[in-house]
């Protein structure tokens, strides 16, 4: 199971279970988690830290 933590994300419930819907991007998959747009402007989608196995994040495609 793959988690993700923007930052500040412990304001808002992070980390979470990083499961975007098929073509969903990142942006889209914060949003949704309850991330708000203000901090996604701000430029918190270059700095997302996702915690995983090695097979997890070898996998791992981020759409933005």
Known sequence: MMIYDPPSGWRYGF???YQPLAGETLT???LR???PQKEIDQGATRHVRFLGTKEE????T???
């Open 15 to 17: 980390p979470k279970t």
């Open 28 to 30: 889209q998959t914060l």
């Open 33 to 35: 988690d309850g991330y």
């Open 57 to 60: 994040l070898d996998a791992l």
């Open 62 to 64: 981020v759409i933005d």
